[in-house]
């Protein structure tokens, strides 16, 4: 079974903190993906990396960096963390080749507070 | 960005009842794919599909891939409690790269 995980279920910060949301997947994946969910906005794609070091933003990448120096490993990191940047954030990952290439596969979610 | 079009937005079930949730879209995809979310808790895939016609189950849910490659369904058959929750589909297409595109939910809740 694919398995993402994410470092923490709850996170409460407080406005100007630097924040770092780790995600590890054990499948050998090439994708992960990066995800803010908000009620009546869906999930919106914040950045995603398709191999190690290199990444792309996705719709809503002001005020995230990411960084991905391991392949089974993705950070999301809030330089300068906001109120607007409350969310539950989701991480994902997905193969590149064979019959289930970008097949995303979630990690349980980040609730993330920012006072 | 695009959302897919998926109805109804909720819906109230009976335990036994049988409930059916679609997607549609303007553009065609390769893959389709319907993932459960529980209160609290990330999207788990339910079931994926990867060729236009093509009818998966898992358990009680079935799924079907349009033939159009345009649209995509999600069946439960007869519903228990905990098949509560928001249901997404989700498409992918080659011109879309490594990304995909989400419908906006089915959020089920129980008849009181």
């Known amino acids: 079974d694919v398995k993402v995980t994410q470092s923490s279920r709850y996170l409460v910060k407080r406005t100007g903190e630097k924040v770092f949301l780790e995600c590890v997947q054990d499948?050998?994946?090439?994708?992960m993906f990066w995800y803010r969910q908000d009620p009546g906005l869906g999930l919106r794609l914040i950045y995603f990396?398709?191999?190690?070091?290199?990444?792309e933003k996705g719709d809503i990448p002001e005020g995230y960096s990411v960084s991905r120096e391991k392949k089974e490993r993705f950070s999301l990191i809030l330089e300068s963390a906001s109120t607007n940047q409350t969310s539950m954030y989701l991480c994902?990952?997905?193969?590149?080749?064979?019959?289930?290439?970008?097949?995303?596969?979630f990690g349980p979610g980040t609730r993330l507070t920012v006072l | 960005g695009q959302q897919l079009n998926q109805s109804p937005q909720s819906m109230f079930i009976q335990e036994g009842e049988d409930v059916s949730m679609n997607c549609t879209s303007s553009s065609i995809f390769n893959t389709w794919l319907w993932y459960k979310q529980d209160p609290g808790e990330g999207p788990v895939l339910l079931i994926a599909l990867y060729k236009a016609g093509e009818l998966t189950s898992n358990g009680r849910l079935t799924a079907q891939f349009g033939i159009t490659r345009k649209d995509s369904f999600l069946n439960i058959s007869a519903s228990i409690p905990s098949d509560v929750g928001i249901y997404f589909c989700a498409g992918h297409s080659r011109a879309a790269g490594n990304k995909l595109t989400f419908g906006g939910g089915t959020r089920v809740l129980v008849k009181p």
């Open positions: 499948m050998d994946h090439e994708n």
């Open positions: 990396s398709y191999d190690v070091k290199m990444k």
């Open positions: 994902a990952s997905s193969t590149l080749t064979g019959e289930r290439a970008d097949t995303q596969y």
